[in-house]
């Protein structure tokens, strides 16, 4: 009896033994886990410090023979005036440098910029050769680890020296913010001349910075926007001619031009694909107008939406698999996004008001537009899903949104109500460091040009 | 049309309406309230590192209010932890009479005899007698013999004549239990005063938290985000993250440059771990707490967009 009561009971306890056993094993293995954990150093987070401007300092280049002096200085004041305008950077006075010649072929003395408090220095000297090219040298280094983040060195013809200086921010903005630069590109944009009444509308083009303006068109004849190619020097345009308006081709090298199409009734706000090859644009057909694109190569044209109401204002994504586009299909304008081919839009535009001259970022990112209500005209932006609406500026008068090739700037044109007429500003996607682009004289309707190297 | 109405229905559901109505009454007529309170930021420790937390510290500063254990009119006691004290011995029957004084005799003289060989003889035997025999002996040869004759009297003193030991008869009386009881006073008193304290005297309850990273990690985030020029990066920015491992000196300069945990994947989080390093090297010294210092002279901070 006894034995029959013990032996079942042997597991049992065996058993409660080794739970408890096991567990102290258990218990040492994850405290000894434990500890290894603590062993490294104690982690001290940072979050979320603030956006602040780069300090950076940027002595005059110098010049390798004594005429280029003059260059050397006017490169270092596009690169500082670049640079300042983005906005992420901020290029600390001349006046407080320590140091006043460097050579920039030797490590710089960085305590000198440590005393200014900056954090990054950009050398560089502009050396006539012999066969009468012009070489720039440059290098960025970093003041408080002492190091070399780049350095290149170019030959250009020595009228392209601005084009250098852009080219040299474009490598600074990219080594010290992780993106693409956007200086070395052009904007084309709608000059306006002369009185209300009797404005003078001419196609013109400059760099990003406002410099090197050209006249493309006389003026005769009404031009509105104007859409840089992303591959070839083209722009594509809409002209009041004799007639209707129509969509035109032009050659900024040769100054040609031609109608893309010939369709009955008015064709207008075109814009390239990203590949160069097709124009999508609207035509009118009665009371509505609907999408089309036309591969310039073959000349054919497909029609991509066909409804009783207004279809504008087309732009593709950068993959060219989708495009936005503007519709009063719903009653008011509203942004719209459907597949490249055409077929069902989805609305992503829900907001008071309406939308119109969506233009999609070259990151994708973002769709840029403007949005009339309230008595206002604001820029905004938005995904392409149509979350995280954003307006970045507000006004009498703002219009027309074009992004800089890296998506990370918007140029629009802003009329200030009363007498005066349009000027251009841009603005970064966050809102932040509105700025004047200066122009000869009023301006609208700007594009934004692809990086051009 | 005769209905017969049950009395005992219409009491009960006369008197469930009544309840039922002053309940409707009584318990909606105030709505529940959540006071707001502060929020607390709460963290989740092991009771490992809550003794460790709360461990006082042997150079801990006296606390300014003294340990209180009991609301009672105020009597400080110097020492908390309880005194021993003499044991009055208890006389009962039983006891065993006290040892005679001769048991303890042999132990006192251990020492003195070099070699006792019985107990009536240690002072019979003095050492010049037996140094007597061998004068001549060179003073090497008897410095070897005093030698291997030191380590011997312990040895002969650990065998003490057996002591004769009355044999304690185990008695018991009833009548005296109450004799056995201890009649002294507690000698571990509360302490007692106005409000109740828990912290003893050394230390406080925080006295010597593991981590005081919180007071120092602080002012090093606050110093630090001085020199940070945080570069600006749109939508991915988000997650970006970069940790180093720094080593102070103790005067807040950095010891060697800080070594970056892992290299970044994208251009982005190479300029942002950049400009945390520029950060780092740019704001030192750092001006931290000194009695922290253990803590301070070897961390990571990490700078970072993750919302946590």
Not at chain 1, 172 to 182: D, M, N
Not at chain 1, 225 to 253: A, C, H, K, W
Not at chain 1, 339 to 357: D, L, M, N, P, V
Not at chain 1, 398 to 404: L, M
Request: proline share 9%; glycine share 8%.
């Amino acid at each position: 009896m006894t034995d029959n009561n013990g032996l079942p009971e042997m597991p049992f306890r065996l058993s409660r033994r080794q739970i408890i056993s096991g567990m102290a094993a258990l218990g040492m293995v994850t405290g000894s886990a434990r500890h290894a954990l603590a062993q490294g150093p104690k982690r001290v987070i940072i979050p979320e410090g603030e956006f602040a401007p780069l300090p950076i300092a940027i002595p005059n280049f110098v010049a390798g023979t004594p005429a280029d002096n003059e260059v050397g200085v006017g490169v270092t004041q596009v690169i500082t005036n670049n640079l300042k305008r983005s906005g992420l950077f901020a290029p600390i006075d001349q006046a407080a440098y320590i140091e006043k010649v460097i050579n920039i072929d030797a490590a710089p003395q960085f305590q000198n910029w440590k005393t200014i408090n900056a954090q990054a220095l950009v050398t560089g000297r502009m050396t006539r050769q012999p066969d009468g090219r012009l070489k720039a040298e440059f290098r960025l280094w970093d003041v408080n680890t002492a190091q070399q983040l780049a350095g290149q060195q170019y030959f250009t013809s020595p009228e392209y020296w601005r084009r250098i200086a852009h080219i040299i921010s474009d490598q600074i903005y990219e080594r010290l913010t992780g993106e693409k630069g956007y200086f070395d590109s052009r904007v084309v944009f709608v000059d306006e001349t002369g009185p209300k009444e009797r404005r003078v509308k001419r196609l013109a083009m400059m760099d990003q910075d406002g410099a090197n303006v050209r006249y493309l068109t006389r003026g005769a004849d009404l031009v509105l926007t104007p859409r840089f190619s992303p591959s070839t020097q083209e722009i594509t345009y809409m002209e009041f001619g004799q007639g209707d308006p129509r969509v035109y081709l032009f050659n900024i090298e040769t100054g040609q031009r031609e109608i893309v199409g010939n369709f009955p009734g008015m064709s207008f706000s075109p814009r390239f694909s990203p590949d160069g090859q097709r124009v999508i644009m609207s035509l009118q057909q009665g009371g509505n107008s609907n999408l089309f694109v036309m591969d310039l190569r073959s000349k054919s044209t497909t029609r991509l939406t066909d409804t009783p109401a207004i279809d504008t204002s087309p732009s593709y994504s950068p993959d060219g698999s989708r495009i936005c586009f503007e519709s009063d299909r719903g009653g008011k304008p509203q942004i719209y996004v459907m597949a490249a081919t055409g077929g069902a839009a989805q609305r992503i535009s829900f907001g008071e008001g309406s939308y119109s001259t969506p233009v999609w970022s070259p990151r994708g990112d973002y769709i840029a537009f403007t949005k009339q209500g309230g008595g206002q005209f604001s820029i905004g932006i938005m995904k392409p899903d149509g979350s995280g609406e954003r307006l970045l500026t507000s006004g009498y008068h703002n219009e027309g949104p074009t992004f800089a090739p890296n998506g990370r700037v918007l140029m629009f044109f802003r009329e200030p109500g009363g007498g005066g007429g349009p000027s251009l500003f841009t603005v970064d996607i966050s809102g932040r460091n509105e700025q004047k682009v200066p122009t000869p004289g009023f301006a609208s309707d700007p594009a934004w040009s692809p990086l051009l190297s | 049309m005769n209905v017969k109405v049950d009395k005992t229905l219409v009491a009960s559901v006369a008197l469930h309406v009544l309840v039922l109505g002053w309940g409707l009454v009584s318990f909606s007529s105030k709505a529940f309230d959540l006071m707001p309170e502060e929020s607390v930021p709460v963290d989740v420790i092991s009771s490992d590192q809550l003794a460790r937390v709360m461990a006082g510290m042997k150079t801990g500063q006296k606390a300014p209010t003294p340990l209180v254990e009991k609301v009672a009119e105020a009597k400080p006691v110097e020492d908390a932890v309880g005194k021993i004290t003499e044991k009055a011995p208890v006389v009962t029957e039983t006891t065993p009479p006290p040892a005679p004084k001769v048991e303890e005799k042999p132990v006192e003289k251990k020492p003195d005899p070099p070699k006792p060989v019985a107990e009536a003889k240690p002072k019979e035997e003095p050492k010049p007698v037996e140094k007597k025999p061998d004068p001549k002996v060179d003073p090497i040869a008897e410095a070897i013999k005093k030698e291997e004759k030191k380590p011997k009297p312990p040895v002969q003193a650990a065998k003490p004549p057996e002591p004769v030991k009355p044999k304690p008869e185990r008695a018991f009386d009833q009548s005296k239990i109450a004799a056995l009881l201890d009649k002294r006073d507690p000698s571990r008193q509360a302490v007692t005063g106005d409000t109740l304290n828990s912290n003893a005297a050394l230390g406080l309850a925080k006295g010597k938290a593991a981590d005081n990273s919180a007071t120092w990690g602080a002012l090093f985030q606050a110093q630090v985000e001085r020199c940070w020029k945080k570069p600006y990066g749109g939508i991915e920015a988000q997650k970006s993250e970069a940790a180093f491992a720094i080593k102070l000196k103790r005067d807040g300069t950095l010891e060697g440059m800080p070594v970056p945990e892992g290299t970044p994947a994208t251009p982005y989080l190479r300029v942002y771990q950049e400009s945390a390093l520029r950060a780092i090297i740019e704001c030192q010294p750092y001006n931290l707490p000194a009695a922290y210092f253990d803590e301070w002279k070897y961390f990571a901070p990490v700078f970072t967009e993750r919302k946590t």
